[in-house]
């Protein structure tokens, strides 16, 4: 996942964590450090109190409620902070944001890198003194899939469980500070961050017509699964090309590489992808598509990534039958958000 810059309030958060006594300086500058590092000040006997909160809270986390976290009030992210106790490190899943209602997907990581699991909100403003709103709840969206669904790139113990999102309203292009408030049994995590959104973006949107082009399918390489798909084992869509079914069928299109992903979060998505072909396959139209040339990153990217102005991966857009765009997902999703989205093609 992408690590997300706090240049203003990650200063700010440490400040404020450092004078309420409940946490050091130290612990809240590490939430500024990568997601798999540990944090000098960080004792084996902090981590081993940690996990317990880490590993029981991820039922609670699908379904935070509005009412465990404070009114934003007018209130800066600054005066929000004072309410933190401790501080953990955003990693964002999503890079891409315009005007409007945007999607972030996001995860969180605790000084020691375990990943961070409670209900979980989102906090914007214009900077960290300027009057933010929320909270926007940032539900857990599972990524766990059965071991039969599971890939050799998303086999190994301790990988990411969930993923959070939350809709975030951004009125006009420009950078926004984002806080999100975790509740936990030792009160409130603070995690902080900035987003930029861009005026406008090429990507096609919910609402227009997908793209009409040919993706990659058995017979097109033919029968070569190396030049079709980097999962271990190979998974079962490719056998249409969207040209073929883009207007007539419901589609499920997945660009992604599990072998060769930037964001680490391929694999996982496309277990997802998976998993959920076997509810709804037989109704939706699923479609995998690499994105580098012969699938090798020193080639550069597929045509069809070009077509739709894609340079990151993942990217899921679910199209209905008459070829409209009814969802788009960036980067990490679980399979709640997934579920949703292929029922919105079958409507």
């Known amino acids: 996942m992408r690590s997300v810059t706090a240049r203003r309030l990650v200063p700010l958060l440490a400040l404020v964590l450092a004078g309420c006594g409940s946490a050091s300086a130290s612990s809240a500058a590490s939430s500024s450090a990568p997601a798999h590092s540990s944090a000098a000040a960080s004792s084996a006997t902090s981590t081993a109190a940690t996990a317990p909160l880490v590993l029981a809270g991820l ?5 935070p409620a509005s009412s465990q976290f404070p009114a934003a009030n007018g209130r800066s992210l600054r005066k929000l902070a004072t309410l933190v106790s401790s501080s953990a490190q955003l990693g964002a899943a999503t890079g891409t944001f315009i005007p409007g209602l945007q999607r972030l997907a996001f995860g969180l990581n605790t000084s020691s890198g375990a ?87 090429p990507i096609p949107a919910v609402g227009q017509r997908a793209p009409d082009i040919a993706t990659d399918t058995t017979a097109s390489v033919g029968g070569k699964l190396s030049l079709l798909t980097t999962r271990t084992p190979p998974e079962s869509m490719h056998s249409v090309s969207l040209r073929q079914v883009l207007g007539k069928r419901p589609v499920a299109l997945l660009f992604s590489t599990p072998q060769y992903c930037v964001s680490r979060v391929c694999g996982p998505v496309t277990d997802v992808t998976v998993a959920l072909q076997h509810r709804f396959g037989h109704r939706i139209a699923f479609i995998h598509q690499e994105v580098y040339a012969e699938n090798q990153p020193s080639h550069g990217l597929r045509a069809q990534m070009k077509a739709f ?37 079958l409507r």
Request: positive net charge; charged residues 15%; glycine residues 10%.
């Open 309 to 345: 102005h894609l340079q990151t991966e993942p990217w899921l857009f679910a199209i209905n039958r008459r070829g409209i765009i009814v969802a788009r997902l960036e980067g990490a999703f679980g399979t709640t958000e997934l579920a949703a989205a292929l029922r919105a093609a």
């Open 59 to 63: 039922a609670a986390a699908e379904h």
């Open 115 to 201: 990943f961070l699991y409670a209900p979980t909100a989102v906090y914007i403003s214009r900077g960290a003194g300027a009057p933010a709103r929320g909270p926007y709840l940032a539900p857990a969206d599972p990524t766990v899939v059965p071991l039969a669904d599971r890939s050799r790139q998303n086999a190994g113990p301790g990988g990411l469980q969930a993923i959070y999102a939350a809709r975030l309203p951004v009125p006009s292009a420009g950078t926004y500070t984002i806080l999100a408030l975790t509740r936990t049994s030792r009160g409130l995590v603070g995690s902080p961050g900035e987003i930029a959104v861009a005026r406008s973006s």
